[in-house]
C-alpha cells in the first residue's frame, strides 16, 4: 500500500468512514497514478480500486499499481454496481464521497442506483488535505517546474522590446517554456503593460510593452503534473518617478513575508506580514487579493494565504507545504507591481524555490 493511500485511511478512520469513493482527476491521480479521462477510485484498508472503461483498462493496470482495476460497462456495470459489488464482497455498508468533485446529477445517479444498499457520505477537503504536504518525489516534480520557469524568465526577459505586443511577449515565454520541456504553460500567461498591469490577473492582449510603464509578467511551467507558478514585474526604458516607490513597497512586503515563514504560523498572520506594510504605506485598499496559495498538481490549491480563510479556520504552515507569496499594489489607470517567489515551508523555516532574477534599482 503506498503512503498517500495510508494516509487517506488514516483520516477515514478518523471520521468513522470504512471506504471511500474518489472521483475527482487530480485526487484519482494523487493517490492511485490513474491519468485516464474516466474513472472513479475506491480506497478501503483491505483492498483499493480503479474502476475505468474499457478504453483504460490496460492503462490503469500499468499507471496504478497496488490498485486492482474494475471494469465499467455502460449500461450494465456502473459505478453503483460495482459499489455493491465489492461492499459485499469486503463488508462494509457506508462510503464516503467528494461533495466538492461529484456533482447534483452524479450523486442523484449514483444513489439511485445504489438503490439504499450502501450509505453515501460527503466528505470535504480530504485528499486536498493530504496534498498540501508535498512528498520528496511531488518536490522534485515541483523543483523541475520551478526551475524551467525561473530558466524561461531569466531568458526571455531581456529579449522584450518596446515594440512587442503583450501577445508577442506571451507567445515568447510560451515557446520557450515547451521548448525547455514542459508539456504547457501552468495556466494562461499574463503579461500586462501599463495601465493593463492594474487588472491582477490581465489577458495579454494587442497593447505594446511601451517605454517606462510597469509591465507585470506571471506565468508558470507545467512538468510531470506539477506547476511553476513566477512573477516579475519589469520596466523596458526609464520608469517614472512612482515605479520605484511602488515597487519598493511591494518587495519589502514580499521581505517580510519570506521572513516570516515557518511552521506554526497561521496562513492569516503571514498574509499581515505583507499587507500591514502595504496598508502603512498607505496603499492596503490597491492590494485586493490575498498574498499566497498553495500550488501543486493545481496552480491553486489549499493552503490558501489570505486574510480570512474560507470558514474562518485559518491553517497553520506546516513543513513540507509550498505556498506562493506575491503582494501586490494596483493602480487604476496606471499599471502594478506584483512579485511573486515559491517557498517550501521547512522545519526551521522556509526555503525560497523561485530563482529568477528581480530588477534591481541603479543608483548613483
Ligand atoms: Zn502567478
Ligand atoms: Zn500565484
Same mark, same amino acid.
Given at each position: 500500500?503506498?503512503?498517500?493511500?495510508?494516509?487517506?485511511?488514516?483520516?477515514?478512520?478518523?471520521?468513522?468512514?470504512?471506504?471511500?469513493?474518489?472521483?475527482?482527476?487530480?485526487?484519482?491521480?494523487?493517490?492511485?497514478?490513474?491519468?485516464?479521462?474516466?474513472?472513479?477510485?475506491?480506497?478501503?484498508?483491505?483492498?483499493?480500486?480503479?474502476?475505468?472503461?474499457?478504453?483504460?483498462?490496460?492503462?490503469?493496470?500499468?499507471?496504478?499499481?497496488?490498485?486492482?482495476?474494475?471494469?465499467?460497462?455502460?449500461?450494465?456495470?456502473?459505478?453503483?454496481?460495482?459499489?455493491?459489488?465489492?461492499?459485499?464482497?469486503?463488508?462494509?455498508?457506508?462510503?464516503?464521497?467528494?461533495?466538492?468533485?461529484?456533482?447534483?446529477?452524479?450523486?442523484?445517479?449514483?444513489?439511485?442506483?445504489?438503490?439504499?444498499?450502501?450509505?453515501?457520505?460527503?466528505?470535504?477537503?480530504?485528499?486536498?488535505?493530504?496534498?498540501?504536504?508535498?512528498?520528496?518525489?511531488?518536490?522534485? #516534480?515541483?523543483?523541475? +517546474?520551478?526551475?524551467?520557469?525561473?530558466?524561461?524568465? =531569466?531568458?526571455? &526577459?531581456? %529579449?522584450? /522590446? *518596446?515594440?512587442?505586443?503583450?501577445?508577442?511577449?506571451?507567445?515568447?515565454?510560451?515557446?520557450?517554456?515547451?521548448?525547455?520541456?514542459?508539456?504547457?504553460?501552468?495556466?494562461?500567461?499574463?503579461?500586462? #503593460?501599463?495601465?493593463? +498591469?492594474?487588472?491582477?490577473?490581465?489577458?495579454?492582449? =494587442?497593447?505594446? &510593452?511601451? %517605454?517606462? /510603464? *510597469?509591465?507585470?509578467?506571471?506565468?508558470?511551467?507545467?512538468?510531470?503534473?506539477?506547476?511553476?507558478?513566477?512573477?516579475?514585474?519589469?520596466?523596458?526604458?526609464?520608469?517614472?518617478?512612482?515605479?520605484?516607490?511602488?515597487?519598493?513597497?511591494?518587495?519589502?512586503?514580499?521581505?517580510?513575508?519570506?521572513?516570516?515563514?515557518?511552521?506554526?504560523?497561521?496562513?492569516?498572520?503571514?498574509?499581515?506580514?505583507?499587507?500591514?506594510?502595504?496598508?502603512?504605506?498607505?496603499?492596503?485598499?490597491?492590494?485586493?487579493?490575498?498574498?499566497?496559495?498553495?500550488?501543486?498538481?493545481?496552480?491553486?490549491?489549499?493552503?490558501?494565504?489570505?486574510?480570512?480563510?474560507?470558514?474562518?479556520?485559518?491553517?497553520?504552515?506546516?513543513?513540507?507545504?509550498?505556498?506562493?507569496?506575491?503582494?501586490?499594489?494596483?493602480?487604476?489607470?496606471?499599471?502594478?507591481?506584483?512579485?511573486?517567489?515559491?517557498?517550501?515551508?521547512?522545519?526551521?523555516?522556509?526555503?525560497?524555490?523561485?530563482?529568477?532574477?528581480?530588477?534591481?534599482?541603479?543608483?548613483?
Amino acid at each position: 500500500m503506498s503512503q498517500r493511500t495510508s494516509r487517506l485511511l488514516a483520516v477515514l478512520e478518523e471520521q468513522g468512514l470504512p471506504a471511500m469513493l474518489i472521483t475527482s482527476p487530480i485526487n484519482i491521480a494523487y493517490l492511485s497514478g490513474f491519468t485516464g479521462s474516466h474513472g472513479a477510485v475506491l480506497v478501503t484498508p483491505a483492498e483499493s480500486f480503479v474502476l475505468t472503461d474499457s478504453r483504460y483498462v490496460l492503462q490503469a493496470g500499468d499507471e496504478s499499481p497496488g490498485f486492482a482495476v474494475c471494469q465499467l460497462v455502460e449500461p450494465g456495470k456502473e459505478i453503483a454496481d460495482w459499489l455493491v459489488e465489492l461492499a459485499g464482497r469486503l463488508g462494509f455498508d457506508q462510503c464516503g464521497f467528494e461533495a466538492d468533485h461529484l456533482t447534483y446529477a452524479g450523486h442523484a445517479a449514483l444513489a439511485q442506483g445504489l438503490a439504499g444498499r450502501l450509505e453515501l457520505h460527503p466528505t470535504a477537503g480530504v485528499v486536498e488535505g493530504l496534498r498540501m504536504l508535498k512528498d520528496a518525489a511531488e518536490l522534485d #516534480a515541483m523543483r523541475r +517546474a520551478i526551475d524551467l520557469t525561473d530558466q524561461v524568465m =531569466d531568458a526571455v &526577459l531581456p %529579449q522584450l /522590446r *518596446p515594440s512587442h505586443t503583450e501577445r508577442q511577449a506571451a507567445w515568447m515565454l510560451e515557446q520557450a517554456l515547451r521548448e525547455g520541456g514542459a508539456e504547457r504553460p501552468s495556466f494562461p500567461i499574463i503579461v500586462a #503593460a501599463g495601465p493593463n +498591469a492594474a487588472l491582477a490577473h490581465h489577458r495579454p492582449g =494587442d497593447d505594446l &510593452l511601451g %517605454q517606462g /510603464r *510597469p509591465i507585470i509578467i506571471d506565468m508558470g511551467a507545467h512538468i510531470g503534473g506539477y506547476n511553476g507558478d513566477l512573477t516579475r514585474t519589469i520596466f523596458l526604458g526609464e520608469p517614472d518617478d512612482r515605479f520605484w516607490t511602488i515597487y519598493d513597497i511591494v518587495a519589502d512586503a514580499q521581505q517580510r513575508a519570506l521572513a516570516g515563514v515557518r511552521p506554526g504560523v497561521q496562513a492569516h498572520e503571514l498574509d499581515a506580514l505583507a499587507r500591514d506594510h502595504i496598508t502603512a504605506a498607505g496603499f492596503g485598499d490597491q492590494f485586493g487579493h490575498g498574498l499566497g496559495h498553495g500550488i501543486g498538481m493545481e496552480v491553486h490549491e489549499v493552503p490558501f494565504v489570505r486574510w480570512t480563510t474560507p470558514g474562518g479556520q485559518s491553517v497553520p504552515l506546516q513543513a513540507g507545504m509550498v505556498t506562493s507569496i506575491e503582494p501586490g499594489i494596483y493602480l487604476e489607470g496606471w499599471g502594478g507591481v506584483r512579485i511573486e517567489d515559491l517557498v517550501l515551508v521547512t522545519p526551521k523555516g522556509c526555503e525560497i524555490l523561485s530563482s529568477a532574477a528581480k530588477i534591481q534599482k541603479v543608483t548613483g
